[in-house]
């Protein structure tokens, strides 16, 4: 059996980041991905077959709590769901680690100040080569470096957008993006700026993901090997069940198996719950780590709503994703509880409302859809969803998963909504601007759109009701470790992807120090 210092499970956000930091130490390392390399061909942009036909959409089949099969927005491939996701890398707010009150209950405080965490949010800025701006959003949490890139800019809708929310007073900033954009130089940049980003994977590998910018850089060092199509079954324990001794990989239908001093599980929120519960034995009969009863609960995925807003003058921007507004995160004049994060969402095009609403649009004419994405801004609303036991990742004997899910939030979700609404018609009462022409359509992300998966293994100081300790090792187990975002106490109300890789980077220090 081949023998490794430490074994990543899975290459996502969390996976590899910390591939890329743990490779330079010159340590045995094996990445296991379950996927493969995503293809890189011409259907990386065709709207159609990336929305219509989810032609990169895990075929798993996972259940609701009634029993409803449904098929789950997961991404396997090397770089988990970085490979698709709309590189929004913001930080949690400072107020995020320590206890939030929200209308429906308490957002818990983390084992570990923001400060413990910031040096490796400052770091995974550098590392996924973030633009942005500090000193614009009034919310942002102290920074000990500023962006190592500049914002993207505006394109002329949205800085539009950005002078008339500033005129009413608001306080836009240049949303912090994960694109190797060089505007300075436009001939040599890496990204070409197109509109088919948020949602795809990137045809030109100009998007800050953990395939271009984990993996392939750890692969560079000899010391780690990755194997794909390696799905990970089961982990095994030693007689006392105190560490972990055999990784049990299902590939192209072979059982084989590895070992290795230390082994992390970076498999995403609800995989990663599934593979600790499907490795129950003797000494863990409820699940491996699962003393505590916590796996696969506290499940978060965002109360996010995605909107657009119709305008009379076309909307002619390709790369949407540039402003944010955090004005309603912690509350709002006439409601003392937070709402959430409003950003945009990549350009609304035509073939996706196919995708996202085909019942709606499958009889109607083109030319209406067309002319609805060409006038169309489109934001993204995210409230935040507060941790419950009873949302919770179960696998039967079969290996079902199962998501139980009650929305939580449900309050503030509707109240930033109609907030968004009603700023959009005091914009209206601008000559300038077209918002007054607006009409909304708006989609309810069912638990389907669980892009923004969390917890399932949070980490804390009492093992009574966590899973993980502040390194994020498994309180049971002296060599499992758990860097996906599973290991989030609470999930904010901001992308959760800038906080996997930072405490990637975190845990990475703390494994390297352990292994030296
Ligand atoms: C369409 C979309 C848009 C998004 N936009 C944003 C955004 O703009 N900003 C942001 O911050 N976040 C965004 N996200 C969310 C972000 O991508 C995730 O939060 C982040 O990737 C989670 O990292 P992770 O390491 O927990 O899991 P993942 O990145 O999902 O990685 C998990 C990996 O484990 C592998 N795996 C699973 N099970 C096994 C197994 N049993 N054996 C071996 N390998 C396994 C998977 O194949 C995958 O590679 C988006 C997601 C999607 C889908
Ligand atoms: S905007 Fe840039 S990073 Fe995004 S898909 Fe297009 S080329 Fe790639």
Redesign the pocket.
Same mark, same amino acid.
């Given at each position: 059996m081949d023998s490794y210092d430490v074994i990543v499970? %899975?290459? %996502?956000? %969390?996976?590899?980041?910390l591939a890329r930091h743990l490779a330079p130490s010159g340590k045995r390392i094996l990445l296991?991905?379950? %996927?493969g390399w995503l293809p890189r061909e011409l259907d990386n942009w065709l709207t159609e077959s990336v929305f219509v036909d989810n032609r990169y959409v895990?075929p798993d089949t996972w259940y609701d709590k009634d029993g409803t099969a449904f098929q789950p927005?997961? &991404?396997? @491939?090397?770089? $988990? *769901?970085?490979k698709? @996701?709309? *590189? *929004?890398?913001?930080r949690l707010r400072e107020e995020d680690f320590g206890e939030l009150s929200h209308q429906d209950g308490i957002s818990p405080t983390w084992p570990i100040p923001y400060d413990e965490l910031e040096p490796y949010y400052t770091l995974a800025e550098q590392l996924y080569q973030v633009h942005g701006a500090r000193g614009e959003d009034p919310t942002e949490p102290p920074a000990s470096a500023p962006y190592p890139h500049p914002p993207v800019s505006h394109e002329p809708r949205i800085q539009q957008l950005a002078d008339d929310l500033a005129a009413a007073g608001h306080h836009p900033f240049h949303a912090p993006c994960?694109i190797m954009l060089d505007e300075s130089n436009p001939a040599f940049s890496a990204c070409i700026r197109c509109a088919n980003c948020? $949602?795809f994977p990137c045809l030109v590998h100009a998007k800050s993901d *953990?395939e271009v910018l984990g993996v392939r850089p750890a692969l560079e060092h000899q010391n780690v090997t990755l194997l794909t199509g !390696?799905?990970?079954?089961r982990l095994e324990t030693n007689d006392a069940g105190t560490s972990v001794t055999e990784v049990v990989?299902d590939r192209d239908g072979s059982e084989e198996r590895f070992t290795a001093d230390v082994v992390v599980v970076?498999?995403?929120?609800a995989?990663?719950a599934?593979?600790l519960l499907q490795s129950a034995n003797d000494r863990h009969p409820h699940g491996l780590a699962n003393g505590s009863d916590q796996v696969g609960r506290n499940y978060m995925f965002h109360d996010s709503t995605a909107v657009l807003a119709l305008s009379r003058e076309e909307n002619e921007t390709a790369y949407q994703?540039t402003l944010g507004l955090n004005d309603f995160y912690f509350g709002a004049d006439d409601f003392g509880y937070p709402l959430g994060n409003v950003q945009m969402v990549g350009k609304s095009q035509a073939a996706m409302f196919r995708g996202e609403r085909p019942r709606e649009t499958r009889l109607a004419p083109e030319w209406t859809l067309e002319r609805m994405a060409r006038h169309a801004i489109d934001f993204w609303l995210s409230t935040e969803d507060l941790p419950r036991p009873d949302n919770r990742v179960t696998v039967d004997r079969d290996g079902n998963l199962t998501l139980t899910y009650t929305e939580t939030n449900a309050e503030a979700k509707k109240r930033l909504y109609t907030k968004v609404k009603s700023l959009l018609g005091k914009l209206d009462m601008n000559p300038d601007h077209l918002i007054h022409r607006f009409a909304y359509m708006k989609n309810d992300i069912p638990i389907a759109g669980? !892009? &923004?998966? !969390?917890g399932t293994c949070r980490f804390g100081t009492d093992e009574v009701t966590s899973v993980l300790d502040t390194d994020c090792k498994a309180h049971e187990l002296d060599n499992l470790y758990v860097?996906?975002?599973?290991f989030f106490p609470s999930i904010g109300a901001?992308?959760?992807?800038?906080? !996997?890789m930072a405490n990637?980077l975190r845990v990475g220090d703390h494994l390297l120090a352990r292994l030296n």
């Open positions: 499970i %899975g290459t %996502g956000a %969390g996976g590899g980041t296991l991905e379950r %996927g895990s927005g997961v &991404h396997y @491939y090397v770089g $988990g *769901a970085t698709l @996701y709309g *590189a *929004a890398l913001y994960g948020d $949602g *953990a !390696a799905n990970v079954t990989v970076s498999c995403g929120a995989n990663s599934k593979l994703k669980c !892009a &923004h998966q !969390a860097v996906d975002t599973s901001v992308n959760p992807a800038l906080t !996997a990637a």
